[in-house]
């Protein structure tokens, strides 16, 4: 039995045509183009997301400064 609760369900984000529109617009009308960027951005977002999951576990958590910190020499010695 895992030991973390489930997310709370949250509303989904409403996107509109005008959205769609506008990120095939910034592609200059390329659908290929539009579908790339916007898996680039996704995996990015996906890096991001993983590397502020490592932090948060190891300093926030556990309540110790970051990894990050302690390499600096700007972490407290207790």
Do not use: F, H, N
Request: contains cysteine; hydrophobic residues 40%.
């Amino acid at each position: 039995m895992p030991s973390e609760q489930p997310p709370a369900e949250r509303e989904p984000i409403a996107i509109s045509e005008a959205d769609v529109d506008e990120a095939i617009a910034a592609c200059d009308g390329d659908l290929r183009a539009t579908i790339k960027a916007l898996l680039i951005g996704q995996q990015y977002l996906e890096v991001a997301l993983e590397m502020a999951r490592q932090e948060a576990s190891w300093g926030y958590i556990r309540g110790r400064p970051s990894r990050k910190l302690r390499a600096e020499g700007g972490g407290d010695a207790a």
